[in-house]
């Protein structure tokens, strides 16, 4: 009998040491916050090539959202169909255009 108490006892405290660890301030488990996203804060998100260029006329927008800045010289490039708020160059004050003779958005 004295055995089985033991081996229970054991099976216990296992059994508690699988407890997630819990925040001595909350007494909550330890769960990593979850990053809250601020659209109006979110960073220009469209692409350069970085193609060769002489002067910006070198320099064109494509993509389904006009959201790559490359060169008139390259392919153009396909994008998936979607709009995002941090394509547009508009709000970051942008311009796709010839940056040391490179095809990339810049103020």
Known sequence: MKSLSILFFSLFLVGCTNLPAV???TDTPNVPP???VD?????FCGSSTE????????CKTSGCSGQICGSRFEKELA????W???????????????VN???QWHK
């Open 23 to 25: 925040d001595n301030i």
């Open 34 to 36: 979850v990053p809250v």
């Open 39 to 43: 659209e109006q804060q979110e960073e």
């Open 51 to 58: 193609g060769f260029c002489s002067i910006d006329g070198d």
């Open 79 to 82: 994008s998936t169909c979607e």
């Open 84 to 98: 995002r708020d941090c394509y547009s160059e508009q709000d970051y004050s942008l311009l796709c255009g010839c």
């Open 101 to 103: 003779q490179k095809c």
